[in-house]
C-alpha cells in the first residue's frame, strides 16, 4: 500500500517507519523542515529505540520519504495517519487541538478523491465528528472521505516494538464504515495474521481508548504510591507489596513501581484531559479517583523534598546535590514533565547548587534549565556532594559500585526514588540510604 503519515514527532516518526517495516511504500509530512531533512538523512530528531535502525533501513531503501508538503502528501496516497500532538492548552488541562486542525485544514484541499483519513492523536471524545463534518465541507471528494479512529499506545523507549507487536489494535469508525475499515485492515493485515487483538467500534469509543487507559495506569501507579505512603509511617516494604498483590491476576504486577511517580508527555496530560473532557459533559463526579491519582503523584515529588531536608536540612544554600536522573523515565531523552527535573529545580530554587547527570537527556534539560548544573560521567557528577539523589531508573546507574562514589562525596548519603538500587549493597559500602516505600 501507499500511505501518508501526518506529523513525525515521537508518534508519527515511530509509525512511519513502522509500517514501512510492515512493507508499505510512507510518506511522512512534517511542517518543521529541519526535522524532515534529519527524518530523510535516517535519523530521528530524538532518541527512541531501534528507531534509527528502522529510518536507515528505509529511507536507504527508497520505502520511506519524509516532506513538509500537504499537497505532495494528499497526492501520494489514499490513506491517511494523523499523528499530530495535541498538548495541554495554556492555563488549563484540556487538550489543544490546534495542531490537529491545522493539519486537517491544510490536508483538505488535496483530497480529490476517496480517502481515509484515520486519526492516531489523543483528544477529547466528540472529536471525530468535528472533523469528519470539517473534511466533508472543504474537501473537493466531500462525502468520499471517510473518517476513521485509530488511537495509539505506544510506551516510549519500546515505542517500535510496540507497533510492530502491539497488544491490541482499535479501529473506530462512524456507520457505513466497510471502505475505511477495508483500508486500514489490509495496512494493519500483518498484525492482524499475527493474532493481535482487533477491536473495531464507534468513534466515541475509540476516542476514549487511550484517555481511559492512560488514566487507569496513572491511577494503578498513583495507587501503590499511595501504599508506599502508609509503608514509610508503619516500616513496611512498599516494593514487596507490589509484589504481593501483583500475583493476584485481578490486579497484576506490570506498571506497578512504587517510587516517584509518572510524568511524560502522555499520562499527565491525558489524566487532564480526561477529568477536563468529563467535567464539560457533567460527569465530572466519575473522575474523583483520578483526581487523587493526579494528588498521590505530585506528593511523591514532595515527598523527596521532605527527605532531603531530613538529610542536609531546611537551609539548602550553600549545599550540593546531585540528581542520577533527567529523563521521564530510562531509555528515552523526553524530559516532559520529568519528575527528576521538577524535584532538581525545585532544590536550585531553594538555594542548593544542584548537578545533574543522564545517558541521553542532558541536552534537552540544558536547553529547558539552563540554570542547573550538568555532568556527563555519574560518577564524576558526585564529586564533593553533599546527597545523591537517585530520580531515573536507568539501568547504568545500578551498575555503578558504590564503594567508587563514597570517597568522593563530602557525606555519603542516597536517597532511592525509584525503587532499582541494591540498598544492602550501598550499604555494606559505607552509605546512609533511603529510599521512597520503605521506612
Not at 499527565?268 to 477529568?275: E, M, N
Not at 550553600?318 to 540528581?323: A, F, L, N
Request: with cysteine; net charge negative.
Amino acid at each position: 500500500m501507499k500511505l501518508t503519515v501526518i506529523g513525525c514527532g515521537y508518534l508519527g516518526a515511530t509509525h512511519a517507519a513502522c509500517m514501512a517495516e510492515l512493507g508499505h511504500e510512507v510518506l511522512g509530512m512534517d511542517s518543521d523542515i529541519d526535522k524532515v531533512h534529519v527524518l530523510n538523512s535516517g535519523k530521528a530528531p530524538f532518541f527512541e529505540r531501534d528507531l534509527d535502525n528502522l529510518l536507515a533501513k528505509h529511507t536507504a531503501s527508497g520505502r520511506l520519504k519524509f516532506t513538509a508538503s500537504y499537497a505532495e502528501a494528499a497526492e501520494f496516497a489514499d490513506l491517511h495517519f494523523i499523528a499530530v500532538g495535541t498538548p495541554q492548552q495554556h492555563g488549563t488541562a484540556a487538550y489543544d487541538l490546534s495542531h490537529l486542525f491545522d493539519a486537517v485544514t491544510k490536508l483538505a484541499p488535496g483530497l480529490t478523491r476517496p480517502a481515509v483519513v484515520a486519526v492516531k492523536s489523543t483528544v477529547p471524545v466528540g472529536t471525530a465528528p468535528r472533523v469528519a463534518e470539517f473534511l466533508r465541507e472543504h474537501a473537493p471528494a466531500g462525502d468520499l472521505v471517510q473518517v476513521a479512529w485509530n488511537p495509539e499506545f505506544l510506551r516510549e523507549s519500546s515505542a517500535v516494538e510496540d507497533t510492530l507487536r502491539p497488544d491490541r489494535l482499535v479501529l473506530g469508525f462512524n456507520a457505513p464504515r466497510s471502505w475505511a475499515e477495508a483500508l486500514l485492515r489490509q495496512a494493519f493485515g500483518k498484525i492482524i495474521e499475527a493474532g493481535t487483538p482487533t477491536i473495531v467500534t464507534d468513534w466515541a469509543t475509540a476516542e476514549l481508548a487511550k484517555g481511559a487507559a492512560n488514566s487507569f495506569l496513572a491511577t494503578k501507579i498513583s495507587f501503590i504510591n499511595a501504599m508506599a505512603e502508609v509503608c514509610e509511617k508503619s516500616g513496611a516494604n512498599a516494593a514487596e507489596l507490589a509484589d504481593i498483590l501483583g500475583h493476584d491476576i485481578r490486579i497484576g504486577r506490570r506498571g506497578m513501581r512504587p517510587g516517584l511517580g509518572f510524568g511524560g508527555g502522555c499520562l499527565p496530560k491525558d489524566l487532564g484531559g480526561f477529568i477536563t473532557r468529563a467535567d464539560e459533559l457533567g460527569a465530572g463526579e466519575a473522575t474523583g479517583i483520578l483526581r487523587e491519582a493526579d494528588a498521590v503523584n505530585a506528593r511523591r515529588r514532595r515527598r523527596v523534598i521532605d527527605l532531603t531536608f531530613e538529610e542536609l536540612g531546611t537551609d539548602l544554600r550553600g549545599k550540593r546535590i546531585t540528581v542520577w536522573g533527567a529523563a521521564f523515565k530510562p531509555e528515552t531523552d523526553d524530559i516532559r514533565d520529568s519528575p527528576a527535573l521538577a524535584v532538581a529545580q525545585k532544590l536550585h530554587d531553594l538555594g542548593a547548587t544542584v548537578t545533574v547527570t543522564d545517558p541521553k537527556a542532558l541536552d534537552n534539560a540544558r536547553k529547558l534549565h539552563p540554570e542547573l548544573d550538568y555532568a556527563d560521567d555519574p560518577i564524576a557528577a558526585v564529586e564533593d556532594a553533599d546527597l545523591l539523589l537517585h530520580l531515573t531508573e536507568w539501568p547504568r546507574f545500578t551498575r555503578i559500585d558504590p564503594r567508587q562514589l563514597a570517597t568522593r562525596t563530602t557525606s555519603p548519603k542516597v536517597i532511592d526514588a525509584r525503587g532499582t538500587l541494591d540498598l544492602d549493597r550501598w550499604r555494606d559500602a559505607g552509605w546512609i540510604t533511603r529510599a521512597l516505600g520503605r521506612s
